[in-house]
Structures are given as C-alpha cells and as structure tokens.
C-alpha cells in the first residue's frame, strides 16, 4: 500500500530527529532553520507482536513484518502560504502525504533556537494550521471563479461543486480546516478531487525533554496540546525525540533493558508508527506456514480478492475463495488444525471484507 505519513512542524521542533529514529536514514538535523530542503523519505516496519507470536507458533524460515512510508517535511514558517522561506515547496510536498504528524516542540532548551523566540506549543500548532488553510482557501477561491458561472447555468455538477466550495471558503475564513466541515457522501467525493492540505487526518506529536519522558503529568506544554487536539478529536503522542533516536540504535534485547529502566513498556515510537498507521485507516492481515510469516498492510474495508492481490495481481484476477481464520481464534486453539477442528476456519468467498488480523489462505486459479 503506497500511502505516506508527513512529519511537519515549525523549524528546530525535532522533526528531523523524529525521522532520523523512525527510519534510521540519518535525515541532516542542525540547529538552524532549513536544514532539510528535500523531503527525506523512509520506510518504517510497523511494531506488531501478533507477527512474533505467528512466528513461534510457525518456526518457518523466514518472519516478514509489514511496512509504510513515513516523509520528513522541512520546517514551515509564518508566511508559507505566500512563498516565505521555503513555503510553496513545503507545502507541496505536504500535499503529497495521505496524512500528517504535526510535531509541537514541549520542552525548554536555550541551547535550541526557536523560530519565534519562546515556547508556545499553541502558538506554533496555529501557525502551521493557518498557513495550510490559507494554501486551501487560495485553492478553493480559484475554483470557485471558474465553477460559478457554470453553476449560474445551472449545470448540475457545477451547482453541487459550488456548493461544497462556498461551505469551504466560510470555514476557511472562520479559520476552521476542511476536516471540520460536515459533508454528505457526495460532497466528501467533490473535495477529494481538490487535494486540500487541511482534509487530510491528523495527530499531534509531542516532543518532550529528556528527563520528562517518564511522566509528563507537570508538563503544562503536553497539556495545552491535549486540549487543543480534543477540540478536533485528534490524537496525541508523546515522545522524546532524541531518547528515541537512541533507542533506534539499540538491538531488540537492549531496547527492552533500556526501556525497562525507563519504566516504559512500549517506546513512543512505537506508539507514533501505530497510531499513524491506523490515521491512515490501514489494518494488517496475515499468511502464515513453514517458509514464511509475513504481515500484509491493506486498506480497512477492502475485500477478500483486493487483498489477494497485494501479494500478487494473479491472487486477485484468479480468486476462488479464502481459508480464513482470526488470530485470537487461532492463538486460543493452538494450531490450525485445532482451530479447524472446533470449526474457526472459515471459507469466504469475493464479497467478504477483510478485518484486522485475519490469517489468510487464498486459493485461485489463472
């Protein structure tokens, strides 16, 4: 599944270290703005302990876990929407993502430059967001100009788009995103055409110092940005960037050390790959035997033979059906012949929609 996640965020927020940790790609990070120009992309494997625990119930001779994209976007500034800095290049490479990671800086450090001169995760958030409705509101004004007078005609198409796009332009002026604006089935269809920045789902990452990562119950910073992604109903992870650029260095046995005398159970890392992988509505099934275990990434809602198809386009053009059966059903049976046994594994045929850890068996023919 070729979809991305954008890491964006004010210059010297920690972005680039963020990534260089995600993706160990060593993304240049320096204490001045601009340092990444180019957007770094990398591929991340998204942390899932059904896949091990497949692996030992399997021993087979090879454990393949599932991956996605993950985009470092340089830092935007004040004035973006109007070319400042670097904007418009930014900003279309914002465009280009499926999702965004705003990083907020939650910590203070005299030794790190901040863009604006003091901390204020509010402020920054607000920045940022406005900067992209005012790319959004320049796209939607433009379309207006050229729908309205098809719409005065009243060409159908060209009335139902007018409508939407008025509705968008009075939310962008209330400086409210496009994914606060309510819309019917058919108007969420129209908008999708229009590459918006603010229609794309987002979470807030909030990046901590170093001695508050254990708990961050006193930090005032992580605080404001919970209220303020409550108001969207957005998620928000904290991290410590640069102890986690740490951790990315450490194999499985001394990550688990380390952590443990952190006191943590999962790093925040790993928290941020999952949630971002769920934001992207993507969900994981399985195929499992003695050569190999491997997690398959697909879209929530796709069907059976679409998903026989991310293997290989023969899976999907010949589909017969799919032996199928839950990994919470297979691990309390034991084994697949157990699990067949008390009736577990079940055949679906084309119409049926795959979920969330199905272990999967598909029989075609070409």
């Known amino acids: 599944m070729a979809l991305t996640a954008g890491i964006v965020g004010l210059p010297n927020v920690g972005k680039s270290t963020l990534f ?7 993304a240049e990070s320096a204490n001045y703005p601009f340092c ?43 004035g973006a929407s109007k070319g ?28 790190i430059t901040h863009v604006s001169g003091k901390v204020n995760p509010i402020d920054d958030i607000e920045t940022i967001n406005l900067e992209l409705i005012l790319a959004d509101l320049e796209t939607v004004e433009k379309r207006i100009g050229r729908v309205e007078k098809l719409a005065k005609q009243k060409d159908k198409d060209a009335v139902a788009e007018y409508e939407v796009l008025v509705k968008l332009k009075d939310a962008f002026e209330s400086d409210k995103p496009a994914r606060s604006v309510e819309l019917t089935d058919e108007q969420t269809k129209i908008v999708k055409g229009f590459q918006l920045l603010t229609s794309k789902p987002i979470l807030y990452v909030a990046n901590v110092g170093e001695d508050e990562v254990q708990d961050t119950s006193s930090n005032q910073y992580v605080q404001q940005v919970r209220d303020y992604a409550a108001q969207e109903g957005a998620e928000v992870i904290v991290i410590c960037a640069r102890i986690e650029e740490e951790i990315a260095e450490l194999d499985d046995d001394e990550k688990a050390m380390f952590l443990s005398e952190l006191g943590i159970e999962e790093s925040g890392l790993d928290q941020l790959i999952k949630a971002a992988y ?41 589909f017969i059906r799919a032996e199928t059966v839950s990994y919470d059903d297979l ?29 999967m068996h598909f029989r075609f023919n070409v």
């Not at 260089?20 to 060593?26: F, H, Q």
């Not at 914002?94 to 907020?104: E, P």
Request: charged share 25%.
């Open 20 to 26: 260089n940790a995600i993706t160990k790609a060593g």
């Open 331 to 359: 691990i309390a049976n034991g084994t697949m012949v157990a699990a067949r046994e008390a009736g577990k594994v079940r055949l679906e045929g084309k119409d049926y929609i795959v979920q969330d850890g199905d272990i």
């Open 84 to 111: 400042e800095g670097l904007g418009n290049k930014f900003l279309s490479h914002i465009r280009q993502v499926d999702a965004i990671c705003h990083v907020v800086r939650c910590f203070e450090d005299e030794n």
């Open 278 to 318: 769920s934001l992207l509505g993507l969900a994981t099934y399985f195929t499992a035997g003695e050569q190999e275990v491997r997690a398959w990434t697909f879209k929530k809602g796709m069907k059976a033979p679409q998903c026989a198809g991310i293997i290989h386009t023969d899976f999907e053009k010949g």
């Open 36 to 78: 990444t120009i180019d957007p770094n992309v990398g591929m991340v494997e998204v942390p899932d302990l059904r896949l091990n625990k497949l692996s030992e119930l399997y021993n087979p001779k090879k454990t393949i876990p599932t991956t996605f994209e993950f985009t470092d976007i340089a830092g935007i500034v004040k």
